[in-house]
């Protein structure tokens, strides 16, 4: 299957700074890109919608402004954290379409914790 | 957001037993994906579902697209202990919209 690799996969920062996790569709270009966040014990949650060349399109309840999504170039997408928090502390998965409604192929995951 | 009803929450199951488990919707999808995840990764695809009544084999693993186009299964057979995880199903409910809605997991513990 298509490759997705996400990175860092583990992240540790203080209260008030921004964290970057990427996003990279290694062996096929993505024109959209999917953010999740995953609770302990928990199923996935789709955060936003990332979209090549345009705006993130976001999912209810999630702050744009904390989450921040740029999406520069067909194999790449990234989500930044901004001002994180304790109740930011979370596991962060991304996943790429090869195709058009195909399957849709995950990172590793980024595990941040914020102290 | 929306999520599926996926059962059963948990197993625990011997060796050499299959396995079963279920998703069901209230409405309709177009596709039907199955993952399992291990603990601090992400999950990765099993088994990919596009038609209603298709069923389609990965090894041990058979999964099936509900005719009515509100549910579909995943059975296990003959497990063995790498087999462990948590197996979520995931739909897509219509095209035009690329977004998947996933089930709540199926934790799948084996006893030797």
């Not at chain 1, 740029?70 to 989500?79: D, F, G, I, P, R």
């Not at chain 2, 299959?18 to 291990?38: A, G, H, P, R």
Request: glycine share 8%.
């Amino acid at each position: 299957g298509a490759v997705v690799s996400q990175h860092p996969s583990r992240v540790i920062c203080k209260s008030g700074t921004s964290v970057k996790i990427e996003c990279r569709s290694l062996d096929f270009q993505a024109t959209t890109m999917f953010w999740y966040r995953q609770f302990p014990k928990k199923s996935l949650m789709l955060m936003a919608t990332s979209n090549e060349g345009s705006k993130a399109t976001y999912e209810q309840g999630v702050e744009k402004d904390k989450f921040l999504i740029n999406h520069a170039s067909l194999t790449l997408s990234t989500l930044t954290v901004t001002s994180a928090h304790p109740e930011d502390s979370s596991f962060y998965i991304c996943s790429a379409n090869e195709g058009s409604y195909t399957e849709a192929f995950f990172g590793q995951g980024t595990r941040l914790t914020v102290v | 957001g929306q999520q599926l009803n996926q059962s059963p929450q948990s197993m625990f199951i011997q060796e050499g037993e299959d396995v079963s488990m279920n998703c069901t919707s209230s409405s309709i999808f177009n596709t039907w994906l199955w993952y399992k995840q291990e603990p601090g990764e992400g999950p990765v695809l099993l088994i990919a579902l596009y038609k209603a009544g298709e069923l389609t084999s990965n090894g041990r693993l058979t999964a099936q697209f509900g005719i009515t186009r509100k549910d579909s299964f995943l059975n296990i057979s003959a497990s063995i202990p790498s087999d462990v995880g948590i197996y979520f199903c995931a739909g897509r409910a219509f095209f035009g919209n690329e977004k998947l809605t996933f089930g709540t997991g199926t934790r799948l513990t084996i006893i030797p």
